[in-house]
C-alpha cells in the first residue's frame, strides 16, 4: 500500500510539479526547486515510532521520554538537511555518446560537478521509462571535484536513440528520507543497422582479387605472398608452392593496374528482399570489407562514395545505412 502510494506521488511529481517536455540543453543546475524529498518506508515507521513515545511520554509524565522523542525528533529534522543537500545545487552536463548497432545498449556518458564545499555520498542514477529496465549506478562525488557516470539503454532500431529522462536520487545519510530530481539531456546516439549474421561473401568480381590490388594480366608481377582466405586458385604460385617444404599455399602479388571495383551498392540486391535486410546485409559487408582491408565503392539512395577505406569512410557508409528513409531524422 505504501509502496504503490509512493509511485503515485512520483509519478504526480514528475508530470505535473516537474514538467520537462523538451530536452535541456547544455549544462543544468540542479536548484532547490528541482529537488523533491518524501519519507521512506523506514522514515514513515520511524514517525509512527515517534508518535507513540510522545503519547507515551504524555500519558505517563516521562522526563526522559519527553527528551528521547524531542532527541529523535531533531536527528530525523537534521536529517532531511543532510539529506537534501547531498544532492541540490549539483551542476549536471552530457558527454559523449558513441555510434552502435541495433540490438546493443547505447552508453550515454553524464558528467557531475560539485562546486560546494561538502562531499557528496550514494548519488544514483539510473535512466526511467514505462518500457525500460531500471538499471542504477550509484557514486560519490568529492568536494569541488566531478565525476563521470556511464548510462546504459537498449536499442531497437536504426536511427537516432535520444536520451531517456534520467533520475538523480539519495538517501544518504541515515535513509529515513529520499530526495530525488529529473533531467532530461539533450543527447542522441546514431544507431547502426544490425549486421547480417552469416552473411555472404563480399560482391568481388571474377577478375578482381582478393586483396583489391587490381585486374590480373594487366599489372606487373610482384612478388608472392601467403595465400589469404578468398584468393584466386588461379593466382596461386604452383611452382614456389612445389619447392616449399610442407606444401604451403602462396598467392602471387602484383601492383600498378587499375583499383579494385568492389561496390557495395543498394540497387544490386534482389527487390523481393525487406528494405531492413538488405540494410543489414550492406552492414555486413562494410563491416567485412573493412576487416579485410578492401577498398569499397558504397551506393545507397543519395549517398555515392568512391572506393576508399578507413574509420571515416566506415562511418560515412554507416552513418547512410542508419539514416536511409529517415528524412526527419537526417535533417536534424
Not at 514513515?44 to 529523535?72: D, I, R
Request: overall charge neutral; glycine content about 8%; proline content about 5%.
Amino acid at each position: 500500500m505504501i509502496k504503490s502510494l509512493q509511485k503515485m506521488f512520483q509519478h504526480w511529481t514528475a508530470r505535473w510539479l516537474f514538467r520537462l517536455r523538451d530536452a535541456e540543453v547544455g549544462e543544468v543546475f540542479l536548484n532547490q526547486r528541482r529537488v523533491f524529498i518524501v519519507p521512506t518506508r523506514a522514515g514513515l515507521t520511524f514517525g509512527v515510532m515517534l508518535v507513540v513515545l510522545f503519547l507515551c511520554s504524555v500519558n505517563y509524565s516521562l522526563s526522559l521520554g519527553f527528551a528521547l522523542t524531542f532527541l529523535l525528533g531533531g536527528c530525523s529534522i537534521v536529517d532531511m538537511h543532510l539529506t537534501f543537500r547531498n544532492l541540490a545545487h549539483l551542476y549536471l552536463r552530457p558527454g559523449r555518446a558513441p555510434a552502435v548497432f541495433a540490438g546493443t545498449d547505447a552508453q550515454f556518458e553524464l558528467h557531475l560537478e560539485n562546486r560546494r564545499k561538502h562531499d557528496r555520498y550514494a548519488i544514483w542514477l539510473a535512466f526511467i521509462g514505462d518500457d525500460l529496465p531500471v538499471r542504477e549506478h550509484v557514486t560519490d562525488i568529492a568536494a569541488d571535484s566531478s565525476n563521470i557516470v556511464m548510462l546504459s539503454a537498449p536499442t531497437q532500431e536504426r536511427g537516432w536513440c535520444h536520451a531517456p529522462r534520467i533520475r538523480l536520487q539519495t538517501r544518504f545519510p541515515l535513509g529515513l528520507l529520499r530526495a530525488w530530481s529529473y533531467w532530461q539531456p539533450a543527447m542522441r546516439v546514431l544507431v547502426y543497422p544490425q549486421p547480417e549474421e552469416d552473411g555472404p561473401p563480399l560482391p568481388l568480381h571474377e577478375d578482381e582479387t582478393a586483396d583489391g590490388r587490381g585486374h590480373v594480366g594487366h599489372d606487373d608481377f610482384a612478388g608472392i605472398r601467403a595465400y589469404q582466405a578468398g584468393d584466386s586458385i588461379r593466382h596461386l604460385a604452383w611452382r614456389q608452392i612445389a619447392r616449399i617444404d610442407g606444401g604451403a599455399l602462396v598467392t602471387k602479388q602484383f601492383e600498378g593496374g587499375a583499383s579494385s571495383e568492389l561496390a557495395i551498392d543498394y540497387a544490386t540486391l534482389p527487390r523481393t528482399m525487406d528494405v531492413e535486410l538488405k540494410l543489414s546485409r550492406m552492414t555486413h559487408w562494410v563491416l567485412a570489407a573493412e576487416m579485410r582491408g578492401l577498398p569499397y565503392a558504397f551506393r545507397l539512395g543519395n549517398s555515392d562514395f568512391p572506393p576508399a577505406i578507413g574509420p571515416a569512410h566506415q562511418a560515412a557508409c554507416l552513418s547512410a545505412l542508419a539514416l536511409f528513409e529517415r528524412t526527419s531524422e537526417r535533417a536534424a
